[in-house]
């Protein structure tokens, strides 16, 4: 045997050469074909028969390949030969393995003609591509012509290549597919009785073993393409559709569908959201090529988002066991960062050699750090690869709890909440949003440093994001609630029974809980031609003497609305109620955060100390007051944020006391332009009256006794209670329903005492068969009517209002008071639809538009002078009066007279509870005359009159009221 390996090469191919005839002959494509008696045409017609079945059978057969494919595995006969290897050689003996090592100098070096010294570019995508196709066809014929010997082989003749027949290959092909059917249905037997229920270890590592994870991905896509609705639909095939057709890279997962389907992916979807999304995104990717095959040239990947996720948590009570599972919180979104590129696959290069290392995954849990080359095995320097490394858009936004949502007396809790690929800019601060997302730790080196020992900071990588269309999230209204504020709804005296709600520990104050009532429902936003916008939201200014409860009034809206924030313009600035920019602390960027404004968006901002405010941050509510929106152009910042709420403002006089000798705008320091957008402004004055102090001591007394803590009642008194509380609602119930006596619209009641105009609600007798509504019930109440009732103008007398704005501002001119513009119209429309909404109306009815002429009347005269106050009333009365009733009005007037009378007696004799009251015809008529008011005798005999315990003496001439 020789040693030279080039002549042991040599003699094989002779010996192959040499071989004889029994060996498979090598046949060109033209080579003539041996004669053999298989190949011999039939000479019987027996033979020829069988011929004919056999072809018949042949063409029944399915064919795999084509004529043109058939024809090519001829073609490359003359490219594939096979060569035939006898024995080799024996290589594990001793000397063999000696020689094998012996020092050959010719065959030690390298032929200098074989190594290629030139350097080549880097190829091109095209051209790599088309390298690799021709490697793929070299590889194809490799395999040709190994099927082609076994088939040879398997029928045990000598045939040439070139009489390989279709038969034989498709024959082969067969047999083949049928192998690999059998193994993949033995692969499914294999998954089917895969028990995932059975966890072995920890769960987020057992999910991504490779068993757990095919079947999940499994039961996944089933779930993708079989979960129905009602109908029979195929639910996700058509969110599929409707996503391609709209080119967008997420897909809305219901997590209530997902429990319906298959618990388990639910439950392990929500203890393991990392695992179980990165499945649920390569499956959902793969069914949506399997539908729009050409849909990777729009989007490389497809997002998960999870909908309807069905526990809520708070930021205030995110803890450590919420860590890395799937949470659902709700929140106002106070700053946004700008958009940076994240990395997401990273190459590195290595200055040392050059090569480029990677791609390397980058996530958000740790950095990527390449510890050597290697190829050079170099420990660096590395540099990024800017060119070729992928990057995916972030987006960091700051969460603040609900202001309706904080406890008392503590601060709101903030979370920095992580955006990535499409939800870039899907909120805006000032938006109330609900985010779905995964709960992470995130390192934190400033809190290290500040702390001086490990501390993590907590993230949320958001999965979903939502906008809260309704004011606020914290009220949840169930069918029973919903039930109930439709049946108070068809109460016709439920504004009286709100009015009389408002802040029930504040005694008296009708106008302004009447006002405070109407802010609270607020009218209808409108967009005409989504161009010019008409705010919905009324505005209140209380303006008055000190201790008059309007700071307290402030703190019960901000309690008793949906949503509200509350502030004073002392510790208030301009850029404090609208936006301020400020520099990230990580990214040193100009960020913008919400003010007090932004913050009650859809809601109530309450501002005290109005008047303390300077005048420049003052002048920057303009804009919020009426157009709701707040521009800002700052820091290369140019952007325009929305405050959609209204706004309750508490000031004080300029002498510290409200001078009825001087009109409104000289009592406040407050401009025109400011005080004309407000829609109610209300006067409070503390006036010295002995009745009316003596009601308001009793009033505090007995509420600071009923309220103490230490306050005992026994069961029994408390039951007894409970029975005269039962007995007297349903006499109260029997004399609202069998009186229609009372009209459903309210007059508002003045600080002048000689206003005689009382409406039902400022009537004692009439307010004690009234129920007041729990608070908890008027909350909901608020709400279901601001977010479900949208009352529309259908008739209004134009006409009158008309000729009311023109008298109001022909006074106004006269008088020197507050100017009227168009935006008093605005308000009366605004204040109308208020009204209807606390009705629960659709539509805004007469009674709606009377009750807003009232307290837009009352309120501006009690803003006039003292001297011109009485003359303007008179002048406005047909206003004030118009289409109420004269018996009605009379017996207002009555009552007046006789609560005047039992104020008396009870002041002069000491006399509590007297058995009647005497009241003269004479003093009667003249106060009747004093309201143009005539129609007595067919008073006294009306149902106000006779039906109310009043009874008429003519030989005295005296109206007895009897208590008894």
Not at 124 to 140: I, N, P, Q, V, W
Not at 323 to 339: A, D, P, Q, W, Y
Not at 345 to 360: E, Q
Request: with cysteine.
């Amino acid at each position: 045997m020789s040693n030279n390996p080039k002549k042991r090469r040599t003699n094989q191919k002779k010996k192959t050469t040499s071989t004889d005839s029994t060996q498979t002959p090598i046949f060109g494509i033209n080579s003539p074909i041996p004669t053999s008696p298989q190949f011999t045409k039939p000479k019987t017609q027996k033979d020829q028969i069988e011929n004919e079945n056999k072809k018949k059978e042949e063409k029944q057969e399915e064919k795999p390949f084509s004529e043109e494919e058939y024809d090519e595995f001829d073609e490359l006969d003359e490219y594939n030969t096979p060569v035939m290897e006898e024995e080799g050689e024996d290589l594990f003996g001793d000397e063999t393995l000696q020689k094998d090592y012996e020092y050959i100098a010719e065959l030690d070096v390298y032929d200098p003609e074989m190594i290629d010294q030139n350097k080549y570019e880097q190829m091109s995508f095209g051209e790599r591509r088309k390298a690799e196709k021709s490697l793929m066809l070299r590889d194809y014929r490799n395999r040709h012509n190994t099927k082609v010997k076994n088939i040879q082989n398997e029928q045990g003749t000598n045939l040439p290549r070139s009489m390989v027949t279709k038969r034989s290959i498709q024959t082969s092909k067969l047999k083949k597919a049928k192998e690999i059917l059998e193994e993949d249905e033995e692969d499914e037997e294999e998954l089917e009785e895969f028990n995932l229920e059975d966890v072995k270890g920890p769960l987020k590592l057992w999910i991504k073993t490779n068993g757990p994870k095919m079947e999940i991905a499994r039961r996944y896509r089933n779930f993708l393409t079989s979960f129905v609705d009602k109908r029979g639909n195929s639910v996700y095939a058509e969110k599929i559709k409707l996503m391609c057709s709209e080119n967008q890279q997420s897909l809305e997962v219901s997590f209530t569908d997902l429990s319906l389907f298959g618990l388990l992916l639910a439950m392990w979807l929500a203890d393991a959201p990392t695992e179980m999304l990165e499945i649920f995104n390569e499956t959902t990717y793969q069914v949506v090529l399997e539908m729009f095959q050409d849909y990777h040239e729009i989007h490389s990947e497809i997002f998960v988002r999870i909908i309807d996720f069905p526990v809520p948590d708070t930021l205030r009570g995110l803890r450590q066991v919420h860590l890395n599972t799937l949470i659902k919180v709700s929140g106002v979104v106070t700053r946004r960062t700008s958009v940076f590129p994240q990395l997401k696959l990273v190459k590195f290069d290595c200055l040392t050699c050059g090569a480029t290392l990677g791609p390397f995954a980058q996530n958000n849990q740790k950095e990527i750090k390449i510890d050597s080359c290697p190829f050079c095995s170099k420990r660096g320097p590395f540099r990024v690869n800017t060119e070729e490394t992928v990057y995916q858009n972030y987006q960091k936004i700051t969460l603040q709890e609900s202001p309706g949502t904080v406890p008392a007396g503590r601060l709101p809790r903030t979370k920095d909440i992580i955006l990535l690929a499409d939800l870039i800019d899907i909120a805006k601060p000032g938006e109330e949003i609900e985010i779905t997302g995964i709960y992470r730790n995130n390192f934190d080196l400033s809190l290290n440093t500040k702390n001086g020992f490990p501390v993590f900071a907590t993230i949320i990588e958001a999965n979903y994001i939502s906008k809260s269309q309704n004011s606020v999230k914290s009220i949840t209204l169930t069918n029973e609630d919903i039930n109930i504020i439709r049946e108070l709804g068809e109460d016709p005296h439920i504004s009286e029974r709100i009015f009389l709600s408002i802040a029930p520990s504040i005694y008296g104050h009708e106008t302004l809980k009447i006002g405070l009532a109407m802010t609270l429902f607020g009218g209808n936003p409108k967009n005409i031609g989504q161009k010019h916008k008409i705010r919905g939201d009324i505005n209140m200014l209380l303006l008055g003497d000190p201790s008059t409860s309007k700071s307290q009034l402030l703190k019960y809206a901000e309690k008793i609305a949906p949503r509200a924030v509350y502030t004073t313009g002392k510790g208030a600035t301009g850029v404090g109620l609208t936006a301020s920019v400020r520099r990230d602390p990580i990214t040193r960027e100009w960020t913008l955060e919400g003010g007090a404004l932004v913050l009650a968006d859809r809601g109530i901002c309450c501002i005290d100390e109005f008047d303390k405010m300077n005048e420049k941050d003052r002048v920057s509510i303009h804009e919020t007051m009426e157009q709701q929106t707040i521009s800002i152009s700052k820091a290369g910042i140019v952007t325009t944020l929305q405050a959609r709420c209204s706004v309750i403002a508490a000031a004080n006089p300029i002498k510290g006391r409200y001078d009825l000798g001087l009109t409104f705008k000289q009592n406040v320091e407050l401009s025109d332009p400011i005080l004309s957008r407000f829609d109610i402004l209300c006067v409070v004055r503390d006036v010295v009256d002995p009745i009316i102090d003596t009601r308001l001591a009793n009033f505090v007394i007995s509420s600071h006794m009923n309220n103490h803590p230490l306050k005992k009642q026994s069961l029994q008194d408390e039951q007894q209670q409970q029975e005269e509380n039962e007995m007297n609602m349903e006499e109260n119930t029997d004399s609202i329903e069998s009186s229609s006596m009372y009209s459903e619209n309210s007059s508002k009641k003045s600080n002048d005492e000689e206003n005689l105009l009382l409406d039902n609600y400022q009537n004692d007798e009439f307010k004690k068969k009234l129920k007041p509504i729990p608070q908890d019930m008027l909350r909901k109440y608020i709400y279901y009517a601001r977010n479900n009732i949208r009352p529309r103008l259908s008739q209004m007398d134009n006409e009158r209002i008309t000729k009311l704005y023109t008298q109001l501002r022909k006074e106004s001119s006269v008088g020197g008071s507050m100017p009227i513009t168009t935006r008093h119209v605005e308000s009366l429309i605004r204040m109308a639809e208020s009204h209807a909404k606390m009705h629960l109306r659709t539509e805004v009815r007469d009674d709606d538009i009377n009750a807003a002429i009232r307290i837009l009347l009352e309120t501006f005269i009690s803003t006039q002078k003292f001297s011109v106050m009485n003359q303007l009333r008179k002048r406005l009365r047909k206003y004030l009066n118009y289409k109420r009733d004269n018996d009605e009005l009379l017996y207002y007037l009555l009552q007046t007279l006789v609560k005047e009378s039992v104020d008396y007696l009870r002041i002069k004799d000491a006399i509590e509870n007297p058995e009647k009251v005497e009241i003269s015809t004479k003093e009667f008529r003249s106060r009747a005359r004093e309201l143009n008011l005539f129609e007595i005798p067919s008073f006294f005999k009306s149902n106000y009159f006779l039906k109310n315990n009043f009874s008429l003496e003519k030989g005295k001439k005296i109206i007895v009221k009897s208590f008894k």
